[in-house]
């Protein structure tokens, strides 16, 4: 299990494959479920220029290591990884990765949603845009299984 | 006598100009009035609250050498 | 949208990951979803050597194309890749990479998730474990929803 | 007069030792009529088919210069 957070860009896959080699044996998962979430350059039909992430330092990791524990308890999975950039953020970079190994795919679906979901509501994470010059603070975030 | 440390986040952190500040424990005993003592309101759903990096609610106690964190709904990933 | 049979190992990373970089506009998409299916060395507590997987020529990829339409028929996303091996499979090696591309972050999940079980029920695609020197044909796949 | 090409996969290819081969249509209507000439057997759930490439039923109609396949549950991912 681990979970880092990284200032500036990160290659998401080159993190998957690395902990991957390092942490787990060959043969051993027979799934791997990821979620990658990147900075679009529109929202609600603006275009966003920059993205500022804030974070509570200490609070954040503590939090994220927390919602991978809860994962633990509820489903049988071999490793778990969260990278979560800080900092600045240009539009078409990574913002999030959320990878889950286990033996089978239902455990790995199901952790690795459930994980970005907790992380969507409970980390402290706090995102500030940029539009036209100007900046303003994203209000909330929205429901990851409303389909939209 | 120790002081509680109180910091602010993101959009609160602008709104009431507060980074980080100790305050005197007296007449303090949850996280409610902690955040009265510092902004003379009562705290909305839009306000959330750490007590020592632990999600907490305007009712946890606070006791001297805690660290309280106010900030706004989570918008990371 | 893209369906692949490669013969021999491939890396499901690197094909993800060209496929975003030669078809995706970098800032239209916000949620990767993605699935990689990899060889274990047990399989119902006996050590596996080696996996044989036939396909039908033809009728498979038809069948991933097929699979892949009616996903976008259910939900909003902006691409979507597979790639499955066929022949000699080693523990360890990936079998299969499912990636789905959108704007937000349910989409991705859901069809990722979906195009995976239709893939594992519908594509004709068949398995011949070694075990022990003996070989056996995989009788059928197991579900995978319900999180064992 | 054109044949029913008939090819069978995986268990059912060597069980039957049938890869590809071609039928006279005659008597030969349905899916369940090329198994049977084949097998002399009644199709079973552990039997699937497709016909010209799309899965078929015992009941699909088959007709001359038609592609049948007989396979078993599939394995894939």
Chains 1, 3 share one sequence.
Not at chain 2, 5 to 34: H, N
Request: aromatic share 10%.
């Amino acid at each position: 299990m681990a979970v880092k957070l990284v200032h500036g860009s990160f290659d998401p896959w080159r993190w998957l494959l690395d902990h991957q080699e390092t942490r787990l044996s060959p043969g051993s998962y027979g799934a791997t479920a990821s979620f990658v979430g990147t900075m679009r350059d529109f929202n609600e039909g603006d275009r966003v220029e920059e993205l500022f992430l804030e974070h509570y330092p200490g609070m954040t990791e503590r939090e994220l290591e927390k919602i991978v524990a809860e994962a633990r308890d509820q489903w049988r999975f071999l490793d778990a990884l969260i990278v979560h950039r800080v900092g600045e953020i240009r539009p078409g970079e990574p913002i999030v990765l959320v990878a889950v190994w286990s033996a089978h795919r239902g455990p790995a679906f199901d952790a690795c949603r459930w994980i970005m979901e907790a992380l969507k509501h409970r980390a402290p994470f706090w995102k500030k845009e940029r539009r036209d010059g100007g900046t303003r603070w994203v209000a909330r975030n929205t429901d990851g299984y409303d389909g939209y | 006598m120790s002081s509680i440390r109180v910091r602010m986040f993101a959009s609160l952190r602008e709104r009431w100009q507060i980074d980080q500040v100790e305050l005197k424990p007296e007449g303090i005993a949850t996280v409610a009035d902690v955040w009265r003592s510092l902004t003379g309101e009562a705290m909305t759903d839009q306000v959330l609250a750490a007590v020592n990096m632990e999600y907490a609610r305007p009712e946890t106690p606070v006791r001297e050498g805690d660290e309280v964190a106010f900030f706004p709904p989570v918008t990371g990933g």
